[in-house]
């Protein structure tokens, strides 16, 4: 039992959830982060005993005072799933500059909001785990998500350059790309483009959360510190990157 505290963003339901319940499991000491969903994070923390934090990632201060709460009630933040996200499609000669900037703002500059919070106690520690959820759309691209495939791929390099910050200090950053998963945010995609969707991926099916959960746990883990700076991609053969 590891007993290290976790942060994961977006950390109540689909994917993050499945990560917060994941690392509970395994003895971490989960903080799940959540930004709107107030009654459903309620419900989570009453049936998983996690601790559930409300701010908005995308906002730095707040990040920085979610943070200092996390810190307050757990001890000092060792494993960082940056997992919050969101959609905002439509073609570019469409979208708004918000919606563009919603995106980036939540997906990306989040990125940065949560490691800037936690990395200098990483670095002074000597022992850091920080976890990217980015996406094959940040890969690969994808019609009609010209921000999220921004965002996404923003975190990729991201991930690139703060893993060679760190590597000295045993603060390790990697990323995950998901293919397409069983979770709200697919189930909102049309039955049609699902079914067009699903005929591209070779193994013939949606991820499931838990096919996403094996990827962080073997990132986080403390024995994982050759494992830098790279991506895995879990996506049924969809992408190979
Ligand atoms: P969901 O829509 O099911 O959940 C998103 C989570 O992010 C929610 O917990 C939500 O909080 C939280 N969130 C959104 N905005 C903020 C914010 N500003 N501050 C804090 N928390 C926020 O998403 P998924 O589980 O499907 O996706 C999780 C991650 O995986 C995302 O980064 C997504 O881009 C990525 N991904 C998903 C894929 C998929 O197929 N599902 C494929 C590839 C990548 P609240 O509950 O309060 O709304």
Avoid at 172 to 192: F, H, I, L, S
């Amino acid at each position: 039992m590891t007993g290290r505290v976790a942060v994961v963003t977006g950390g109540t339901r689909g994917i993050g959830g499945a990560i917060s319940e994941a690392l509970a499991k395994n003895g971490y000491q989960v903080a799940a982060n959540y930004v709107g969903s107030t009654d459903r994070a309620k419900s989570f923390q009453e049936r998983t005993g996690i601790a559930t934090f409300r701010f908005d990632v995308g906002d730095f201060e707040a990040s920085r005072e979610g943070v200092k709460r996390i810190e307050q009630e757990l001890g000092p933040v060792e494993v960082l799933v940056n997992n919050a996200g969101i959609t905002r499609d439509g073609t570019l000669h469409k979208m708004s500059f918000e919606n563009w900037d919603e995106v980036i703002r939540t997906n990306l500059t989040s990125c940065f909001n949560m490691c800037r919070h936690v990395i200098e106690g990483m670095r002074d520690r000597k022992f850091g785990r920080i976890v990217n959820i980015g996406s094959v759309n940040g890969q690969a691209g994808q019609y009609g998500q010209v921000n999220y495939a921004a965002a996404k791929s923003g975190i990729h390099g991201f991930t690139k350059a703060l893993a060679q910050e760190g590597a000295k200090v045993n603060v390790t950053v990697n990323a995950v790309a998901p293919g397409y998963v069983n979770t709200e945010m697919v189930r909102a995609v049309p039955d049609k483009v699902l079914e067009k969707i699903i005929a591209r991926i070779p193994v013939g099916r949606l991820g499931e959360t838990d096919d996403i959960v094996r990827a962080v746990l073997f990132l986080v883990a403390d024995d994982a510190d050759f494992m830098t700076g790279s991506t895995m991609s879990v996506n049924g053969g969809q992408h190979m990157y």
